[in-house]
């Protein structure tokens, strides 16, 4: 939290360019910010969960990526917050754009003509990204260029959901938006008025660890509504079916054969 910077943990002094309205080591002094870290788990297990589902039906490796950079997100994330060094910070915000850019490949890529040049461009990007990223400490800077990267996703996601006719899948799409929505706002919340937070409210609730949360949900929501319509445009009639009431998409079609070419 900024304005706890004297107090010492087992991490030693801040190095982060930002905080969020958590008391630093309030918990214990091995943790900086125990429930923003905490949080992260939601991102992890989901991603796993994902992840898991994804290779078993045959899913392309651009989901099994997606999956992986949820999971790092998360993992990244929670060494962020725990931490509040800057070398963990870029573990936490790096992920984040790498998976936005996965999430373009993804919603973009069925269209694109030239298949080898969107990938080389962003992987090229991702890694500019990254070095720039971690000698630049720019904080706003960052997180314009993260909700850039997010309303270009939006409209192709739109899209995605006015060509899917089955309720489920729009339901999930539904879920999606809107753990978009609240976390958006929970981390305003929490960025915008914590002072207001620590002198008026008889307790802290935590936005930026519900932000966490929240868009651990969204990130798996968006991933299995992206699967679905990717099983759609691959013919495999892909099926919304449930896990301890979360979604999974299962292909009920198998891979078609590329039939061999006759000898002329």
Wanted: charged content about 15%.
């Amino acid at each position: 939290m900024v304005g706890s910077e004297d107090v010492n943990g087992y991490w030693g002094p801040i190095t982060a360019s930002t905080e969020w309205c958590e008391t630093n080591y309030a918990v214990t002094e091995y943790v900086a910010e125990f429930y923003n870290t905490i949080s992260n788990l939601v991102s992890v297990l989901l991603g796993l969960l994902g992840l898991v589902s994804c290779i078993r039906q045959g899913f392309e490796r651009r989901f099994i990526c997606l999956y992986l950079s949820v999971i790092a997100g998360g993992i990244g994330s929670a060494l962020f917050h725990s931490t509040l060094r800057n070398v963990q910070q870029q573990s936490d915000e790096t992920p984040m754009v790498w998976n936005a850019l996965i999430y373009l490949y993804v919603l973009y890529s069925p269209d694109w003509h030239y298949r080898k040049a969107m990938p080389t461009f962003l992987f090229f990007y991702a890694t500019i990204f990254a070095v720039i990223h971690n000698s630049a400490r720019f904080v706003l800077g960052f997180q314009l260029h993260y909700i850039f990267l997010v309303m270009l996703c939006m409209p192709r996601m739109y899209k995605y959901y006015l060509s899917c006719s089955n309720p489920e899948a729009r339901k999930v799409a539904h879920i999606y938006l809107h753990t978009l929505i609240l976390g958006s706002i929970c981390w305003l919340i929490d960025r915008t008025f914590c002072t207001w937070i620590e002198r008026v409210m008889p307790f802290n609730f935590q936005g930026h660890a519900w932000w966490h949360v929240l868009m651990g949900v969204n990130s798996y929501y968006g991933c299995t509504f992206l699967q679905y319509c990717r099983g759609g445009q691959l013919d495999r009639d892909p099926k919304i079916t449930f896990f301890l009431g979360l979604p999974l998409v299962k292909l009920t079609k198998p891979v078609r054969l590329k039939e061999p070419e006759k000898e002329s």
